[in-house]
């Protein structure tokens, strides 16, 4: 396993926290400014911590007690909801190997996920059957519904406030990319990081999520704090120090980029690459849940690279969906 760098504090300097609440405001001066701040750090890293963004505690906890009470139930009442990869139920561990995605051969992911994303049809049949599938909620947890439904709402008002922000960013109307949002591809994940009495000792090179990118446009990340928690690559070739541990605010969401939100900046912006380490010899029980919210364009938005002087490079248009569900084909783990 590659050595690992965990200096939270050097993070902290490319990955800074802003306050959403001076952009909320309406004032000229503090939204340019908070424009100003996002532009610096996605060029960096790809990622920022946001502050002042309505999510309660209260409502984040809503959601992990009633991921917990699912998690902890019989494997075998649990498979009656497992799916594959870009399905609406359980993903077992062994489901998933994310550093396929950016081409490294890495043991599967260990974790299980919780599901669910965009479900109200568009009445395009090869478009519905794959990206508006009805989501599945377990009879055992009837509370789990609830307070995903009302989660995912906040997530996906929060998201689009913040693709206005990223729009003026760079310069553009605020409408640049939420015009693309109206039938939004979104997915949640509700990704629960066990000990090794559950997942088992880590093989070599084994992670809790292999590095990768993520693929969409924007990720809205709700973690905790851990020994085998998240770390964030920060390129030595712009004065980084490759993997480091992301910096932790209980109160703030951590915000990164994907793909196609690079490919749409020509690379302005990078697409953070991240990983969760294995569980550590230090905790070997450590038990974490993470809350992740992709939020993606609209069905088969075509993705065109800005020009310059905002964009860096040009890429070809590329097909949103055809991109993600490649990106979700190579994570899938083939199952015998």
Not at 197 to 224: A, K, M, N, W
Not at 233 to 250: H, K, L, N, S, T
Not at 264 to 273: A, I, L
Not at 281 to 310: I, K, R
């Amino acid at each position: 396993m590659p050595p690992e760098v965990t200096s939270e504090a050097s993070a902290s300097a490319s990955i800074p926290t802003i306050d959403l609440r001076p952009w909320l405001s309406g004032d000229p001066a503090a939204r340019a400014q908070a424009a100003e701040q996002v532009d610096a750090a996605l060029s960096r890293a790809g990622f920022l911590l946001v502050t002042g963004h309505g999510i309660t505690s209260e409502t984040r906890e809503a959601v992990r007690e009633a991921a917990r009470t699912f998690f902890a139930l019989p494997v075998e009442l649990k498979q009656r909801y497992a799916v594959t990869v870009g399905g609406r139920g359980w993903l077992a561990k062994g489901a998933e190997a994310n550093g396929y995605a950016e081409g490294t051969e890495t043991p599967p992911d260990l974790k299980e996920s919780w599901t669910a994303a965009s479900d109200q049809p568009i009445g395009d049949p090869e478009i519905d059957a794959f990206w508006f599938q009805p989501n599945r909620w377990p009879e055992e947890v009837p509370q789990l519904q609830a307070v995903v439904e009302d989660y995912v709402g906040r997530m996906r008002a929060l998201a689009d406030e913040l693709l206005r922000l990223l729009a003026v960013a760079l310069g553009q109307r605020e409408d640049f990319f939420v015009r693309h949002t109206t039938r939004s591809t979104y997915g949640f994940n509700i990704n629960w990081y066990p000990g090794v009495s559950v997942v088992g000792e880590p093989e070599p090179g084994q992670y809790r999520i292999g590095p990768h990118t993520d693929f969409g446009t924007v990720t809205l990340l709700d973690r905790q704090q851990g020994k085998g928690g998240l770390q964030v690559y920060i390129d030595p070739a712009d004065g980084g120090e490759g993997w480091v541990d992301a910096p932790f605010d209980p109160e703030a969401l951590t915000v990164n980029i994907g793909d196609l939100m690079a490919r749409w900046t020509g690379d302005r912006w990078r697409s953070g690459r991240h990983r969760v380490l294995a569980p550590s010899p230090q905790a070997p029980e450590e038990d974490l849940m993470s809350l992740v919210y992709f939020y993606e364009c609209d069905p088969h938005t075509q993705v065109a690279s800005l020009p310059a002087p905002v964009g860096r490079t040009h890429y070809e248009p590329v097909d949103s969906s055809a991109y993600l569900k490649a990106k979700l084909d190579a994570i899938t783990v083939p199952q015998a």
